[in-house]
């Protein structure tokens, strides 16, 4: 029997039972990829990180990958601080991770407790008549499309993001797409829900790849670098939110929640 450290971390989080959860388990090597999404199932959170140490030199210290309970994915935010929280020694300030299909990413301490680099996407019009109907509200103001992966539905206030109650299933009909409903927020600059059905994620507590997308469009619409965001699932979420060049860099905390052994 294969015994691998396991660590459960809600991510976004200043308490716990907020934020997002995430499990993340470091390897010394890849085991199988039909193992890594076995374990994933297994876990049952939105998503589990796994990390592999790179050698001296290779301009990172640990490859990362992510898998939900059905598929693996090309970028997760929050998993992606929770592997920095888990793996960050008490004599570093930057955890650099190398990744198959989002380059490379890094979490740095921050005062306001770490700081998540990510790619700032751009977006392009797009039309998608009946979308307010399938997400059981009413017609977004703006439509935005990036290619192959992510929806994001402007509407008008913080009321209209909260009142959505999305058809899961047509929704995960129309494929494998992250569906992003925005607002300008009542607490927070912005607030957002993000839903994912088609990857076995009916409603994401705190996306940090949506916020990939919303930082560059609000920093635009606010006309500033920096603003603060929220993400309005059951759990709950807050997210500094600051577009550096062509990055994203997200702030937050994390809290562990569980440790121990996942026994294969």
């Known amino acids: 029997m294969t015994s691998l450290p396991f660590t459960q971390v809600d991510a976004f989080a200043d308490a716990p039972f907020t934020g997002n959860p995430a499990a993340v388990m470091p390897l010394e090597a890849w085991l199988p990829d039909a193992t890594l999404q076995a374990i994933a199932a297994e876990n049952n959170l939105a998503e589990t990180a796994f990390t592999v140490p790179l050698p001296d030199g290779a301009g990172a210290d640990y490859e990362l990958r992510w898998f939900t309970p059905a598929v693996e994915v090309a970028l997760c935010g929050h998993a992606t601080l929770a592997s920095g929280h888990v793996l960050m ?23 306001d407790g770490y700081a998540l680099d990510l790619p700032a996407w751009a977006m392009t019009p797009s039309e998608r008549p009946g979308i307010g109907a399938l997400l059981g509200g009413a017609e977004p103001k703006e439509t935005w499309w990036r290619q192959g992966d992510y929806l994001l539905l402007l509407y008008p206030d913080e009321a209209s993001v909260r009142a959505l109650r999305p058809d899961f299933p047509a929704l995960a009909a129309r494929g494998d797409m992250l569906t992003i409903a925005t607002a300008p927020g009542e607490q927070t600059d912005v607030v957002s829900r993000v839903f994912a059905p088609a990857a076995g994620i009916d409603e994401d507590p705190v996306t940090g790849s949506a916020h990939c ?3 560059p469009y609000w920093a635009a619409r606010l006309g500033r670098a920096r603003f603060s965001a929220y993400q309005a699932s059951a759990r709950g979420g807050h997210v500094g939110c600051a577009l550096a060049g062509d990055r994203a860099v997200l702030s937050g905390r994390c809290v562990t929640v569980i440790e121990g052994q996942f026994r294969l």
Request: proline share 8%; net charge positive.
């Open 89 to 111: 020694a008490p004599d570093r300030d930057i955890i650099r991770f190398r990744t198959r299909k989002a380059g490379d990413l890094s979490v740095a301490r921050a005062p």
């Open 213 to 215: 997308l919303l930082t």
